[in-house]
């Protein structure tokens, strides 16, 4: 049901993909470089994969949550600020 995944058929643009890199983050293996800043950026936050996701996982709230770090790390695009701070 991913966006995402069904224009890019690859595991790591799936909501299992995000999670595994999510993980693989958190427990130092995976550095938050610009790859990983694009890959978690690519997800539309449609929460799909949260309604049918059969262990409940909030896979919206974690790409939510390490977008928060992709902000400190790298900043907020100029058009991204632009929308969200005129409003």
């Known amino acids: 049901v991913c966006t995402i995944h069904q ?5 790591t643009t799936s909501p299992r993909g995000f999670i595994e890199l999510l993980g693989a983050y958190k427990r130092g293996h995976l550095e938050l ?3 990983t800043k ?3 950026e690519s997800c539309f936050l449609c929460t799909a994969c949260v309604e ?3 262990n409940d996982l909030p896979t919206d709230m974690i ?3 390490i977008r928060g770090e992709i902000a400190q790390k790298y900043g ?3 058009y991204k600020r632009a929308f969200f701070f005129a409003t």
């Open 63 to 65: 790409i939510e949550q």
């Open 38 to 40: 694009d890959i978690f």
């Open 52 to 54: 049918v996701c059969p």
């Open 7 to 11: 224009v890019n058929a690859d595991e």
């Open 33 to 35: 470089d610009k790859n």
């Open 76 to 78: 907020i695009a100029w």
